[in-house]
């Protein structure tokens, strides 16, 4: 399978989401045959992985990282558990609140969303490796400046989306801020700070 | 007079100031760590099976294929078959397992067979034959009522005059005061005449007596105008952004760790002792950080004891069981809704001199909570009953100001439609009214003032409905609020080292309103020494023992306890460099990183080489605040707040935007004015989103929430909240009050503020939040279809 899989037009991958719906079907009526792993589908030799454990190798924040997983094991829970980086956050686990934001060959994807099997071959960057040299990187210490934290628990997602946004929109005016910083949520309401952050960094327009 | 006071406003070089949270490099960087990232070698993961009913009986329970599942380390029936289920989502059976995905299939695993009962989850408007309840009050009632807060007066009134259906112990007395139950209610108990409980159909409204106070009868028709409406605000979820739960570990049996999200870490323990038979002073509680309470998390839940009995079942392992967002919407609290019918009345000058209310509302099977109407102001001649509605859903627990957003929703609504009718500005007929606007009169008096100039107030309002043409109307709002917040019992160890580092510690918690912060600017301020020399240890139940974060009590609380240990510090230092100073104790200071002869910087010793006189052991001291029943000195009780509001709103679409708020807000002596300014910001925030957007729906077909996700429960986001202003009270009047806390009262207005610029925008009332296109929609036709 290609890297970047996911974000491909369905018709460019190889199988397309009818296609899968039909293997799905496969595998449900022949569950588990022993040593194999590849099926038949619309004419296509598509290979299976799992139920059970498989290996699973990521390369996250520049290190190459081994486990094995079970299949439905999501990127965030994969760096949660046997990775132990914890930076990233599972709060609403569906693609709401990006609390888990990662980048994923340097775009910002929800790690909640995105299978661990399917983020192999991709290079992973979390929170942890945006620090530079041990220390705040510019957006981090201007979260700390405008206070744009409280409990903190959404920030990592805010810090790795607000860095992402600003090397794509070096100058944002307050509109490209409102719209670039929509897709993370705060419960303690700190989006006055994040606002902030993003306005001044860029030394663009402020609100 | 105490022995303790703040310092002189010109020698404070740190209070007062803009300082970033000391914490803040820790968590922008995603090095802090919360419960939910314990993640210790050998962990297990809980988790638990629900209920999928509002009303059940369980018939039969079966685990057997679950335990005998490859990975399952411990199963735990929670609840044993025969048990009555009163809300979908509560917990039955809890597993341990190797991982998340043996866990989830073990659970699938189990067989559950309920005998399904009726239930009921409105909150509509109860019928009027509701009969007012009289009979004596029960143990549940008594539950219910403090649960919801009613205040201690109605309680032992309600005791007094109806007597008690059960007979409590002393040690039922003394479970009671653990859990709050104020001195005066327990003493009311105790003189309580028996009565026994009639036997009658359980109903699922609890209705008050009608309070009256003066004669409203004649003061309504005496009145020159009289307004109606309808108002109120549904039940909405706290949404914290890291669930409820913990993680535990037994290493012996008579021995237990929990890491949990708390609010209250001193006072988890306690809690857990009893249920899992071991002393309290065998728990260890920790937390580091905690991702956001807002009043949810002060308990150590059924599924914190689970999880703890699946550890001791698996031989000690740690079990952690965080709850999925489902089960967090389902039962880890939520705000009561409470809605109301009132009249209010007015003399020719816009005095108000007559309210009657009736208000309902749910807070779960317990019922509601009951509204302090009207808000604030002390109308002469009232009339008031409440109904609160039992329903099958997941209890109320206390969310940021209890009881007073509701209040002010009603209250400041009823205030608005009433200066419409006049054809009065709000802003005037509150200022009319501000002789019955209670202890904080003034306050606001001065407080709308720098509000009206940073909103542009009395140049820029209209009456009632935007004339200009189109679909977009653009309206004002305001609205005020009040909250106690002094602060709680607090008790710190406080050590200077002989290289002049100092430790605190204290069983506190930081919510991120920034306590960590304000502990470690008032002991550094106090020692003239910087902010980096001063280490806060915290999140810990063997530190002396601090209150539960509630009611905006941490920031009196903790800044009490460091003043007093930081002074008493002070001092036994002096003690120890007085004879090299070749002076007296008293005669000195410490200031600017040197302990020096009062204004003498030729006499003085440089921090570290007046704390190298303490000897070989670091010198520690205590902090302890004073009981409650004593005068405060650093800290108060009281503050006053402000808040305007400019909307757009599209009467088209129904779609309400946020163009301007404004926060003018009092908090006593302002400790930290970046992080004090942070948590009105982030109250503003809150309260935009509750305006707009946010609404706990139940099934009323299957009992179930049917929005317990972030996709179709709304919270604002960044382009949500439009331009935000606050503005703190700082100086004279303010100061010298002591600290106060900040983190309920701001919280309180927006959605009366926002609700009443959306109907000065359109011309009409939206009756009830949160203000989404299709409430604005239905108000515009409920007027007369005017959609343009």
Avoid at chain 2, 10 to 39: C, E, F, H, M, Q
Avoid at chain 2, 170 to 193: C, F, T
Avoid at chain 2, 612 to 632: F, M, R, S, Y
Wanted: aromatic share 6%; proline share 6%.
């Amino acid at each position: 399978m290609k890297d970047d899989d996911t974000r491909q037009p369905e018709t460019s991958s190889g199988v397309s989401r009818r296609d899968f719906m039909k293997i799905s079907a496969v595998t449900a009526a022949v569950p588990l045959v022993m040593g194999t792993n590849v099926v038949q589908a619309a004419g296509e030799e598509v290979p299976i992985q799992g139920p059970g454990k498989v290996p699973v190798t990521l390369n996250v924040n520049g290190k190459k990282l081994g486990a094995e997983l079970e299949p439905r094991v999501t990127l965030l829970d994969a760096l949660r558990g046997p990775f132990d980086i914890t930076g990233a956050k599972r709060v609403c686990d569906r693609g709401a609140c990006g609390a888990c934001t990662v980048l994923m060959d340097g775009k910002p994807v929800y790690a909640c969303s995105v299978l661990a099997i399917d983020a192999q071959g991709a290079k992973i960057t979390t929170i942890e490796a945006l620090t530079e040299d041990g220390k705040l990187s510019p957006v981090m210490a201007a979260f700390v400046a405008h206070d744009a934290q409280q409990c903190g628990f959404c920030t990592p997602g805010f810090v790795v989306a607000t860095t992402s946004f600003l090397q794509k929109h070096p100058k944002p005016t307050a509109e490209d801020v409102r719209r670039g910083l929509s897709g993370n949520y705060c419960r303690c309401g700190t989006y006055n700070g994040i606002r902030a952050v993003a306005l001044a960094q860029a030394g663009g327009e402020q609100s | 007079m105490s022995q303790y006071s703040w310092p002189d406003p010109s020698t404070r070089p740190l209070l007062g100031k803009r300082i970033s949270r000391v914490d803040g490099p820790s968590k922008s960087s995603g090095r802090a760590k919360y419960t939910y990232d314990y993640n210790p070698q050998g962990l297990l993961a809980g988790k638990i099976l629900r209920c999928p009913y509002a009303h059940a009986r369980i018939v039969s329970i079966d685990t057997s294929a679950a335990e005998k599942m490859p990975g399952v380390k411990a199963v735990e029936v929670i609840q044993k078959p025969g048990a009555e289920i009163f809300w979908a989502g509560d917990e039955i059976v809890g597993v341990a397992a190797v991982d998340e995905g043996t866990v989830d299939d073990a659970i699938r695993a189990i067989k559950v067979e309920y005998e399904v009962l009726p239930h009921f989850v409105s909150d509509a408007e109860p019928p009027k034959n509701v009969a007012t309840d009289s009979g004596p009050i029960s143990e549940d009632d008594l539950q219910d009522m403090e649960e919801n807060q009613v205040p201690d007066d109605e309680v032992i009134a309600a005791i007094q005059k109806r007597g008690i259906s059960f007979k409590p112990t002393d040690k039922d007395y003394e479970s009671m005061k653990g859990m709050g139950v104020e001195p005066p209610v327990i003493a009311a108990l105790r003189n309580a005449k028996y009565v026994e409980a009639p036997a009658k159909p359980k109903s699922a409204y609890k209705k008050t007596a009608l309070q009256t106070q003066g004669e409203p009868d004649k003061a309504f028709a005496a009145a020159a105008t009289v307004s109606e409406g309808v108002y109120g605000i549904p039940c909405i979820v706290h949404c914290c952004m890291e669930s409820h739960g913990s993680a535990s570990e037994w290493p012996s049996d008579n021995e237990m760790v929990v890491h949990i999200s708390t609010q209250n870490v001193s006072g988890i323990a306690p809690q857990m002792a009893e249920p899992l038979k071991i002393p309290a002073g065998n728990i260890n509680v920790l937390q580091q950080n905690v991702g956001g309470g807002f009043g949810s998390k002060f308990s150590a839940d059924r599924w914190d004891i689970n999880t703890a009995n699946l550890s001791k079942k698996a031989g000690g392992k740690p079990v952690k069981n965080m709850l999925d967002r489902k089960a967090e919407f389902e039962v880890a609290g939520m705000r009561p809704s409470a809605y109301a019918r009132v009249k209010i009345a007015a003399d020719k000058d816009g005095k108000i001199v007559a309210w009657d209310s009736r208000s309902w509302g749910t807070g779960g099977v317990g019922g509601g909570g009951t509204p302090p109407l009207p808000y604030i102001l002390e109308i002469p001649n009232q009339r008031k009953q409440n109904t609160a509605i039992s329903t099958n859903q997941g209890s109320a627990r206390a969310w940021r100001a209890p009881n007073h957003p509701q209040a002010a929703a009603i209250t400041m609504g009823a205030v608005e439609d009433l200066a419409a009718k006049l054809k009065m500005d709000p802003l005037e007929l509150i200022q009319v009214n501000l002789a019955i606007a209670g202890p904080r009169k003034d306050t606001y008096k001065e407080e709308f003032a720098i509000a009206d100039e940073l909103m542009g107030w009395k140049k820029r309002w209209h009456q009632r409905g935007d004339t200009t043409a189109g679909n977009i109307k653009r309206g004002l709002g305001l609205s005020m609020h009040t909250w106690g917040g002094r602060g709680h019992n607090s008790t710190q160890d406080f050590s200077i080292n002989p290289d002049g580092s100092v430790v605190i510690k204290l069983g506190t918690q930081d919510l991120g309103t920034g306590a960590l912060t304000i502990i470690t600017i008032v002991a550094a301020d106090t020692l003239g020494i910087p902010l980096d020399q001063v280490k806060v240890m915290y999140g810990n139940n063997h530190y002396p023992a601090s209150g539960g974060s509630g009611g905006s009590t941490t920031s009196g609380g903790v800044t009490s306890s460091t003043r007093r240990a930081a002074v008493n510090a002070r001092d036994a230092l002096f003690e120890k460099v007085a004879a090299t100073l070749k002076a007296k104790p008293e005669e000195l200071e410490a200031i600017g990183g040197q302990v020096q002869v009062k204004g003498d910087t030729n006499r003085s010793l440089a921090w570290k080489d007046a704390c190298a006189k303490i000897g070989a052991v670091p010198l520690t001291v205590q902090g302890k605040n004073p009981n409650k029943d004593e005068p405060p000195d650093l800290t108060n009780s009281g503050v006053g707040g402000v808040q305007m509001a400019d909307v757009s709103v599209d009467i088209e679409t129904g779609i309400v935007r946020l163009n301007k708020m404004v926060a003018v807000q009092d908090c006593g002596l302002v400790v930290d004015v970046k992080t004090a300014e942070s948590q009105v910001y982030g109250a503003l925030i809150m309260g935009i989103s509750y305006a707009l957007y946010e609404e706990k729906i139940l099934d009323p077909v299957t009992g179930r929430v049917l929005n317990p996700n972030f996709e179709f429960y709304r919270l604002a986001g960044l382009s949500d909240i439009g331009e935000l202003k606050v503005h703190m009270m700082t100086g004279k009047g303010y100061d010298e009050r002591g600290v106060i806390g900040l983190a309920e009262p701001p919280v309180v207005s927006p959605g009366a503020a926002i609700s009443n610029a959306v109907a000065n925008a359109i011309g009409v009332r939206v009756p009830f939040l949160p203000l989404t296109p299709q409430n604005v929609l239905n108000a515009l036709d409920a007027a007369g279809g005017s959609h343009a």
